[in-house]
């Protein structure tokens, strides 16, 4: 019996030594662990997507004058800067909640709460994005198929497996990653063959530079339009708590999804974009099947819309959800939204109420939403970098500003210079949006202001976490 109670208590220690116990941040580990660093790799880059090009590949061809693997460059560029700030957090703070708990720790738990509230509007959007597109390409395969079927089947299947667990949804992803790089695969390794065998105008480098076509407006709209894409890599983040070593695998799986997804998304795009030289009539919706039925005819090109149709209607989504019920659950365990959605499933130690919200959610944003994609996309945007701007200010507020962590050129590299560069290229971003989307943002906004007001009595309460911790 001694045994095994020394046992347990050395198994402790070992997990608290990893950054495993989440009782330091005043909560209780609730959640199943059972994630390494590749199981958070595979993560990010499903919820990222390896194929993401693909759906969007047409409507940036013509907004970049055939420069799309260009924009994607500039974009990881960009958004590197702010992943490095969710890599310092993220070892320091190893728990559920991403920006939401970074912030919260960072600047004040109210700030906090913004963070988090702004950063909603992202993760309940992303999931109503996708399985729009899910819905306009299940009826491009099945000519007079309701969309709304697609819909209601991909977001049960997906809701289901969040419910279920990591465990589940982790083999899920193993077997569609496969599908996806074959898929990516075969399309760069036929294009290629149509350039060398003389077609369209060749190898060229068109589609990564053009003289006299790149300028500050091109980077701005560059970086907003690529910034789509690369959202999820922030999402990682939300699963600390259910990922050994969090400490370190968050940070790392975060740099190392983000490396994989960039070289990807080049070569499949460089390829589509060389196929088709005339950016200028370049199907906005469909533009990257175009590329596919040229290069490999009408059986590749159903191939290839059954492998879209699989890893963004399951893996995508299934991730997406998964993150947005982390978050959810981290503010609700926290009573800054109702303390419901907090509540764990007693089986599968999943935060049911929140996958099972989402799934609703989901389903009612996509059916009235699908001629408004565009739309969408921007809404998800003005969450997603404003909440980057707060993780980016906390970095230079917690650890440069109240930690001194500012002797060497080191740290004033780390936790001043490269966030500041970060937030001055998000705020760059913003001036790119549509008048609609500030109106649908600072409104939003201003709800979360009200709502924090509220559950703080004035901003005066904080989380039970925090009262009586040192953060």
């Known amino acids: 019996m001694e045994e095994k109670k020394s046992s347990a208590t050395s198994t402790q220690a070992a997990g608290a030594a990893r950054g495993e116990n989440i009782e330091q941040f005043g909560y209780k580990q609730e959640l199943r662990r059972g994630m390494g660093l590749w199981d958070v790799v595979l993560y990010g880059v499903l919820f990222m997507v390896i194929i993401a090009p693909q759906s969007i590949f047409g409507a940036i061809q013509q907004n970049s004058h055939g420069m799309t693997p260009l924009v994607y460059i500039i974009g990881f560029i960009a958004i590197l800067f702010t992943a490095m700030s969710y890599m310092r957090m993220s070892k320091r703070f190893p728990i559920a909640g991403s920006v939401y708990s970074y912030v919260q720790r960072g600047i004040n738990p109210h700030v906090g709460f913004i963070a988090g509230w702004l950063i909603l509007l992202d993760y309940i959007l992303v ?3 996708l399985i729009v597109m899910v819905m306009n390409w299940g009826v491009a395969l099945v000519p007079g198929s309701p969309a709304w079927l697609w819909g209601v089947a991909f977001i049960a299947f997906n809701t289901f497996a969040n419910i279920r667990g990591i465990q ?4 899920v992803d193993w077997v569609i990653f496969v599908v996806e790089i074959l898929a990516v695969i075969a399309f760069v390794a ?3 063959m149509f350039l060398m065998n003389g077609g369209a105008n060749g190898f060229t480098m068109a589609p990564i530079y053009q003289p006299g076509e790149v300028d500050a407006h091109f980077v701005a709209a560059g970086i907003s339009i690529a910034a789509l894409s690369f959202l999820g890599f922030d999402g990682m ?3 600390a708590e259910e990922t050994h070593e969090p400490e370190k695998n968050i940070g790392r799986g975060i740099l190392i999804a983000l490396s994989i997804i960039i070289v990807v998304f080049v070569a499949q795009t460089y390829i589509a974009a060389a196929v088709q030289p005339d950016w200028a009539s370049t199907d906005p919706d469909m533009g990257f099947f ?5 290069v490999g005819g009408e059986p590749f090109y159903k191939i290839m819309l059954v492998v879209n149709i699989v890893a963004v209607g399951i893996a995508n989504i299934m991730n997406a959800q998964m993150a947005s019920s982390r978050l959810l659950y981290s503010m609700g365990r926290d009573g800054v939204i109702p303390r419901v959605f907090g509540k764990v499933h007693p089986k599968y130690q999943t935060p049911w109420f929140s996958a099972v919200f989402l799934g609703v959610v989901t389903l009612c944003l996509a059916l009235p939403l699908m001629d408004r994609m565009s739309d969408l996309a921007e809404f998800v945007n003005f969450g997603a970098l404003s909440s980057f701007i707060l993780i980016n200010i906390a970095v230079i507020v917690f650890f440069f500003v109240r930690e001194k962590q500012r002797k060497t050129f ?3 590299m780390k936790y001043l210079i490269c ?3 970060g937030i001055a290229i998000l705020v760059y971003v913003f001036t790119g949006f549509a008048f609609m989307t500030y109106v649908v943002g600072i409104a939003w906004l201003v709800i979360g202001l009200i709502i924090g007001a509220i559950k703080s009595k004035g901003y005066k309460e904080v989380p039970d976490a925090f009262k009586n911790l040192e953060v």
């Open 127 to 129: 999931p109503g994005l």
């Open 168 to 171: 589940m949804s982790r083999g």
């Open 190 to 192: 036929l294009g290629s």
């Open 237 to 239: 983040s939300t699963l």
């Open 290 to 294: 175009d590329s596919v039925m040229i």
């Open 410 to 412: 080191g740290d004033v």
């Open 419 to 421: 966030p500041a560069i």
